[in-house]
């Protein structure tokens, strides 16, 4: 099937969407959404174990089905998105993300919830990258797009801590059916106004090439790798199963390589990856996404597990790292413009390091003022700025043709370090408890943190490798923002 002329035309740079903020905060709405879908599950397993059976350790299925949908597919349904249209398939995904949640809370067993949770994972993997993919195609590179940057990572951090802090009130007063049935709601909202805020857009591709082996072979070593990592604490990281899913991944992701290099419609262009900045970039939110995920992971676990928190007052007590996460962000968009996305991810890293080093030495008696909020109000500013600096180093100078699949990449560095980052922790929480009381737990927890140290200070390694400026895109690869189409 070939695309129209009109979307063939070169593209020239056009007056700003006078709906261009409006349009951001429909996005950011999508993004906060997704975010708080992946967390907002934790503290409803065991209302939803007891409730629906589940078998000893079946539980964690509800969001390791999530978390492989999501992850598996995100490549995939950034270049969907760019060769069918942004705005019709980001429409799709969010239709069909209402829907797995309705059936999510409908669930009348284990087994129903586990595959509207993969469902559900799969349209978030239409959506979370469609949506950034709107957002460059929204605001042209520079200061306008650095700070719809931070503006979309800050609406991420407030997912994850709506997630804490109203999943457990949510489960309490109403069951955890409505974790799920919330998303509703939400979801016909972005459905009315999608239609009336974004502007369509797609490639300018001559042809509409899937590269079907490539999607296929990347899709399976993404879903092999995820699996391996969220089974890796209970089968263990060297057992047979981890280590054969790691090397099936690695060979898959080598045949995806080869195919890539052969195809004339490539999945994703391997220039992409050969660049210092794109590359550089998607590995330091990888190693990010890992120690803001472990961190959190280990620092819920500890303030319910020894300090004795219920949901809402650990939720409430959490807010202070997003709040100066989304400081961090509009500092870090800012000193990007000026300093380039090096510095700032040096430094963001530096201050997640710091973070994590303090909460490392939290005691089993421990208080929130003396103990973790020290480290969560350095944490939480590093976090904003290098996750803006890592996604604006990833995503400057990517063409409009490939910006559904650079945000995929974007987006599922950030979700599968995730993922990564909670089985390092719990794996390493488990090694070093000394028992099950609230002492062992605590040697446990305080060498999780470190270990989010070590992850930070990796990030911090490939951070300093970043070009030091911004690269401009050139005049045939400028992103600009789309003209509507009916």
């Known amino acids: 099937m070939t ?29 906060f959404m997704v975010i708080l879908d992946s967390q907002i599950v934790v503290l409803a397993l065991p209302s939803i174990a007891n409730g629906l059976d589940f078998s000893p350790g079946g539980a964690q299925w509800v969001m390791s089905a999530y978390l492989l949908g999501f992850g598996g597919l995100l490549l995939l349904g950034g270049r969907i998105a760019d060769l069918l249209g942004r705005r019709r398939v980001f429409m799709t995904g969010t239709l069909l993300f209402g829907l797995s949640s309705l059936l999510c809370g409908f669930a009348w067993s284990a087994g129903v919830l586990v595959t509207a949770r993969a469902v559900q994972g799969v349209s978030a993997a239409v959506m979370a990258p469609t949506a950034l993919s709107l957002l460059l195609n929204t605001f042209e ?27 457990g009130p949510l489960t309490g007063l109403l069951g955890w059916q409505w974790v799920f049935f919330l998303n509703v709601p939400v979801a016909l909202l972005l459905l009315i106004l999608g239609p009336l805020l974004l502007r369509e857009s797609r490639t300018e591709a001559r042809t509409r090439s899937y590269d079907p082996a490539g999607a296929l072979t990347v899709t399976a070593a993404l879903v092999a790798s995820m699996y391996a990592v969220v089974e890796a604490p209970r089968a263990g990281w060297l ?181 990564f980052g909670v089985a390092v922790v719990s794996s390493v929480a488990l090694s070093f408890a000394d028992g099950q009381g609230p002492a062992g737990l605590t040697t446990g927890y305080r060498t999780a943190f470190t270990a989010c140290v070590v992850l930070a200070a990796v990030g911090l390694a490939c951070a300093a490798t970043l070009p030091r400026g911004s690269r401009r895109p050139s005049p045939d690869r400028a992103v600009t923002p789309s003209r509507a189409r009916s």
Not at 144 to 167: C, V, Y
Not at 368 to 381: A, I, K, N, S, T
């Open 141 to 167: 590179e520079g200061p306008e797009r650095n700070k719809a940057l931070a503006i979309w990572s800050g609406s991420g951090g407030f997912g994850a801590t709506a997630a804490l802090l109203i999943g």
């Open 239 to 419: 057992s047979a199963q981890t280590a054969g899913l790691l090397a099936a991944s690695v060979a898959l992701a080598l045949l995806f390589v080869r195919i890539e290099s052969r195809s004339t419609g490539p999945l994703v262009p391997l220039r992409l990856l050969r660049s210092r900045s794109v590359s550089g970039g998607n590995l330091v939110v990888f190693l990010l996404g890992s120690c803001a995920f472990g961190m959190s992971y280990t620092l819920s676990q500890y303030g319910q597990d020894v300090l004795g928190y219920s949901p809402l007052r650990f939720g409430l007590c959490n807010v202070v790292m997003p709040a100066t996460a989304v400081i961090g962000s509009y500092a870090g968009q800012a000193l990007v413009t000026r300093v380039g996305p090096r510095p700032v991810a040096v430094g963001g890293l530096a201050l997640v390091a710091t973070g994590s080093l303090l909460l490392s030495r939290v005691p089993v008696d421990g208080g929130f003022v003396r103990d973790l909020f020290p480290g969560l109000l350095v944490f939480g500013p590093g976090l904003g700025a290098c996750a803006v600096a890592g996604s604006i180093a990833a995503l400057t100078g990517v063409g409009e043709r490939e910006s559904g699949v650079a945000s995929g990449i974007n987006t599922a560095a950030f979700q599968i370090g995730g993922a």
């Open 3 to 31: 695309a129209t002329a009109s979307d063939c035309a070169p593209r020239t740079a056009t007056t700003p969407d006078p709906r261009r903020w409006r349009a951001l905060a429909l996005l950011c709405l999508a993004g």
